[in-house]
């Protein structure tokens, strides 16, 4: 329902398509059979007589066309991306064979929607080793109702398992999604965990494994019920330890405990959740680690469907790549601008269960890279906050940023800003390239300048681009560090932020940067070059929606140049040309074109910012 650039059909469209799998032995005739958007309308548009063979699939293309184009079967009806009821009913015009009800889920860009089949006696993950949680290292004794499925535990620490420290050497740091040094050791031997986790019909399941990776004990709960434990002391208090400790070697390998519960009255249709005292062998122990993993297997003569989302497209041809459900965005509680005092940002994401990770280096958090969120994040200088939202089994969220600028701080913009090269370009033979990260403290500091030097950076629109620093300056791959190289294979990813001073919204997408111009890319010639951005479905929209220009109605773009201005400007290497800089006459004699009534390139001027320092 979201098809940007997956298939075309024989119109030149990539339009919306639907899937048919006949999974039976025998050859199905769709003629009369129909297909509806509405619960209401379970005869709107009929197939055309077309037959599927054994283990065959059919491509319907949703378009509104009602009719059969070079072979292809055209609906009277679209699909709304955002999710509508969709129903495969057989010939007598009452029977749903298939449908999604009340509504299949939201789609996104390029990533399809459908059914696995899984059938008799087939294992399957209830919960994978890597999975939401919330997290406790108790101060006082709660109880015991922390145990159970209902319970309030929206206090407690949004993680991931496994969850634990390690001081020494014991190589669970690629096992450790939450790390609990700092409030465990040497100050307590007990965590809680709650996993939540989702079941349709527990009388689907034979049984229940739980898989546990643990150092050095714990105790399992199911819905409250005490269902496996290991180095557990008979009488176990809110603040227990575990009766022996563990090797990492053992701690690393699956120890298997069958759930012998009847699942019928252990389980519930709907959520369910999975709770575990963890146990160290003293406050004083070194390492921790609880990763448990939850397998069921299905009955016999039981098919299990489940709806996933497919990173690959296929139509045509069997599903591959799915995931459970697409994580929602991250909420930021501040917005990108321009503040003069210290504020604190909070992170959320709609998703149950998922986590958040987060970066201020510009670097592109993900599932293992960033600081893992645990509570508001204080901003006291310029920052470029950028965050996404993961669970196990899901499509993470797309990468959020967020520039936050602190004026005072952009006019004194360090000479060498930590982390950033001393030099743009990495070829020796051009020996005028070189680095100027500061602005001019004769300038800025001038009391005839410094009002007018800040009041500046406000005046007009800024751009903020945000890319890990690699992108621009790796000596191999930077496409700054090689500013001569072009296409599509020196396009690196970045996130472009446009911010007004007044506070009206302005935009944020995802998309490719690459170097722009021709003599301009010479860093003999300047070390600054013009830059370009694309839009493409690969990082986000395929195009930016939004009226930039205010001289032009036009909202839609596939591309944009930032022009960092090379003849008779300042910033080129030859004094002659530098003397006569003005930074505006080219804009100023395209805007007198269209002021006359004739054609030409539309611009304004912005100010520039690369992972938050000025450019």
Not at 421 to 427: D, E, F, G, Q
Request: with cysteine; aromatic share 10%; proline share 6%.
């Amino acid at each position: 329902a979201a098809n940007d650039h997956t298939a075309t059909n024989s119109l030149g469209q990539t339009g919306d398509w639907i899937e048919l799998y006949n999974n039976s032995a025998s050859t199905v005739d769709l003629g009369g059979w129909y297909l509806t958007d509405s619960s209401a309308d379970l005869q709107k548009w009929m197939f055309p007589s077309v037959s599927m063979p054994p283990d065959s699939y059919l491509v319907v293309w949703a378009t509104g066309e009602d009719r059969v184009i070079d072979g292809e079967i055209h609906t009277s009806f679209k699909l709304d991306a955002g999710g509508e009821y969709l129903a495969l009913v057989r010939t007598d015009g009452l029977t749903v064979q298939h449908e999604y009800a009340p509504r299949f889920p939201g789609q996104a860009d390029d990533i399809s929607y459908g059914v696995d089949l899984l059938f008799d006696g087939a294992d399957v993950v209830v919960i994978p080793s890597q999975a939401g949680c919330r997290v406790l290292v108790p101060a006082t004794d709660p109880g015991s109702s922390w145990r159970g499925r209902v319970f309030d535990d929206s206090g407690w620490q949004v993680g991931a398992t496994g969850v634990g420290f390690e001081t020494d050497s014991s190589s669970y740091a690629d096992n450790i999604n939450t790390d609990l040094g700092s409030q465990m050791f040497g100050q307590m031997a007990s965590v809680y965990v709650r996993i939540p986790f989702e079941i349709s019909d527990p009388a689907e399941y034979a049984n229940l494994r739980l898989s546990m990776l643990f150092d050095d004990g714990f105790v399992a709960y199911l819905n409250g019920v005490q269902v496996a434990a290991s180095n557990a002391p008979a009488s176990l208090a809110w603040n227990a330890g575990a009766t022996a400790a563990r090797s990492p070697a053992a701690a690393l390998a699956y120890t298997v405990f069958s759930i012998t519960n009847d699942l019928a009255s252990l389980l519930v249709s709907g959520t369910n959740v999975l709770a575990i005292h963890g146990l160290n062998y003293g406050a004083g122990s070194t390492n921790l680690l609880i990763q448990p993993l939850l397998e069921a297997t299905l009955k016999t003569e039981v098919a299990l469907e489940q709806k996933r989302y497919y990173a690959q497209p296929t139509p045509g041809a069997p599903n591959s790549a799915a995931f459970a459900g697409l994580v929602a965005d991250t909420k930021f509680s501040a917005d990108r601008g321009f503040y003069s005092s210290p504020f604190a940002v909070s992170l959320s994401c709609a998703t149950p269960g998922a986590a958040i990770r987060f970066t201020l280096d510009g670097s592109t958090p993900s599932e293992v890279h960033g600081a893992l969120y645990s509570g508001p994040i204080t901003i006291d200088k310029t920052a470029t906050l950028r965050a996404v939202a993961y669970k196990t089994g899901w499509r993470s969220s797309d990468v959020d940023t967020q520039t936050y600028l602190f004026i005072e701080q952009v006019v004194h913009q360090p000479p060498l800003p930590e982390g950033w090269p001393v030099t743009w370009s990495n070829n020796v033979a051009e020996s005028a390239n070189y680095s100027d990260y500061e602005m001019d403290p004769e300038i800025v500091n001038d009391p005839q300048y410094a009002v007018a030097v800040r009041s500046a950076l406000t005046n007009i629109p800024t751009l903020s681009l945000v890319t890990d620093l690699k992108n621009l300056f790796d000596p191999t791959n930077g496409i700054y560090a090689k500013p001569r190289e072009e296409g599509v294979l020196w396009e690196r990813p970045v996130s472009a932020e446009w911010i007004y001073p007044d506070g009206r919204e302005g935009f944020h997408i995802n998309c490719g940067l690459r170097i722009q111009g021709a003599g301009s890319r010479g860093p003999n010639s300047t070390p600054k070059h013009s830059l370009r951005l694309q839009f493409k479905g690969i990082y986000d929209a395929s195009k930016l929606k939004h009226r930039l220009f205010p001289d032009t109605n036009v909202d839609s773009f596939d591309t944009i140049h930032l022009r960092a201005v090379y003849n008779n400007a300042w910033t080129k290497l030859q004094s002659d040309q530098r003397s006569r800089a003005q930074e505006n006459r080219d804009q100023f004699a395209r805007d007198l074109q269209l002021a006359m009534g004739h054609e030409t390139d539309h611009g304004l001027i912005c100010h520039l910012y690369l992972n938050g320092l000025y450019w």
